[in-house]
């Protein structure tokens, strides 16, 4: 898939991760729709990438109807849909059991409906449309990238809800690519390590340069824009599916 003709869904696009890859592929052409919660930075995204390349859609995406109808009107907006790159999610920090007791279980949901059902509801209705594509080489009508994390793997001590949820992205990556293969749909995950995000901006300077003294090579916190090329490039190479790509600089979380 070329970039010029990508119409896209970015979620949590307004920020962040999610904002690099609405900035890297309207750059190259193409067109999104920036799914997020946060009217104001919606606003500023729009007038940075400009009205004919981009629309915010105030989105759940843990509601299945407003996915649903938010999904639909994108793709009106763009004039199709053929990607859709999963960047919503939150941190959910917290020890299962801790200082104030044991961790309420509406704060484990919360995190995995966020994380984890949020990036299968809007892929689940983004398939739908783009199983009604044109074919296009090797039969391709559509990619779905989602966020992972390395947490994932090798989750800190108070990230039990935050490693489930991406866990289980990692965890339906492969069976999704599976199915929607005989829709000419690809799935792949992408799980970055520690990234330079609005979770990290807020953090004192000797909590950045430690993260980042403990990432081997290179020892610093990854770009945006990084984050974003591997997109792009995923969304390209069509040999690509039914993978989990770390982007971490080698890094291998410690206990905490």
């Known amino acids: 898939m070329q970039l010029d003709t990508v119409r896209a869904i970015v979620t949590g696009g307004v920020s962040g991760l999610g904002l ?5 592929l309207v750059a190259n052409g193409a067109k999104v729709a920036l799914f997020d919660v946060n009217d104001d930075k919606g606003a500023a995204a729009v007038s940075a990438l400009g009205a004919d390349k981009a629309r915010y859609f105030k989105t759940d995406v843990t509601s299945e109807t407003d996915v649903a109808a938010n999904v639909a009107a994108a793709s009106d907006f763009l004039g199709g849909l053929n990607a859709t790159i999963n960047c919503a999610g939150i941190l959910g920090a ?21 994380n984890l059902v949020g990036s299968f509801n ?23 990238v989602n966020t992972a994390s390395v ?38 995950t992408v799980a970055p390590g520690i990234f330079w995000t609005p979770m990290v901006d807020g953090m004192p300077d000797s909590v950045q340069q430690s993260l980042a ?40 979380l410690a206990p905490k």
């Open 20 to 24: 690099a890859v609405a900035q890297h």
């Open 94 to 114: 917290g020890r299962v059991l801790g200082k104030e007791g044991a961790m309420p279980l509406a704060q484990f949901q919360g995190t995995v409906m966020v």
């Open 122 to 144: 809007v892929a689940k209705a983004a398939a739908a449309l783009m199983q009604h594509n044109e074919a296009g080489v090797d039969g391709e009508r559509g990619v779905i």
């Open 213 to 252: 003294a403990s990432i081997p090579f290179p020892s610093r916190l990854g770009k945006p824009e990084e984050f974003a090329d591997l997109v792009a490039y995923i969304l390209r190479n069509t040999y690509l599916n039914g993978e989990t790509i770390r982007l971490d600089g080698a890094t291998r």
């Open 151 to 188: 947490a994932a793997y090798e989750g800190q001590i108070g990230q039990a809800a935050y490693s489930a949820s991406k866990g289980g992205v990692v965890g339906m990556t492969l069976p999704m690519a599976r199915e929607l293969s005989r829709f000419g749909i690809r799935v792949m």
